[in-house]
């Protein structure tokens, strides 16, 4: 049996709705044990549906977190294309061209939202450094210093900025921190998310 909640987008929502936040901050609250399996918006009203039904406190934690709630509306993730590149490892201490890749501009294909690196150190480095620059200028879009992960998992670079506008080559750039020559930075893919 399900149990429907049903609040008002325009009174309990002042601030505006994120359903997938919503849904996220009810899930990850200890206040609440029951389960929350979606969080529907349809005109004015939002549904919250649980697999039971709540308690009093339970009530009472799930009005704090509509009140509280703000949502982020920071760009999606549907967008996306995977660069694999040619370079697959780097063992040096200044920065070493992984791979490039033709960007038409965000006049053709919108704005670049996020950049994700997938790549992981040798334990012996200290950590890595990696930036997308574009070819030919100082011009960095997205950059994230002192990475330290030791197994393969993916690093978002930093905010992204100077996008631009018409058609360039971007580049993905990266370095070591510490370790000797043999030791270095593993590279798998890069993942461009662009267009909104």
Known sequence: ????????????FSGG???????????KDVGITANCLTVKS?????????DTSLTGPEETTLDLI??????????????????????????TE???????????????????????????????????????VQRGTDLVLASSDALENDEMEVQTLGAVSNIPNSS????LQIKKVGGNKEQGVSIDQLLVYYGN
């Open 1 to 12: 049996m399900t149990i429907k909640i049903t609040k008002s987008l325009s009174n309990d």
């Open 17 to 27: 709705l994120n359903t997938q936040q919503l849904h996220s901050q009810i899930v």
């Open 42 to 50: 349809t005109g004015g009203d939002v549904d919250i549906i649980f």
């Open 66 to 91: 509509i009140a509280a709630h703000t949502p982020d509306n920071a760009p999606s993730r549907a967008n996306f294309f995977p660069i694999t590149p040619a370079v697959k490892a780097i063992f």
């Open 94 to 132: 200044s920065w070493q061209l992984v791979l490039s890749f033709k960007f038409e501009g965000s006049d053709s294909v919108g704005a670049i939202n996020y950049f994700d690196l997938l790549a992981f150190k040798n334990s012996a480095v200290t950590s890595y450094e990696a930036r997308i």
């Open 168 to 171: 360039t080559v971007l580049e």
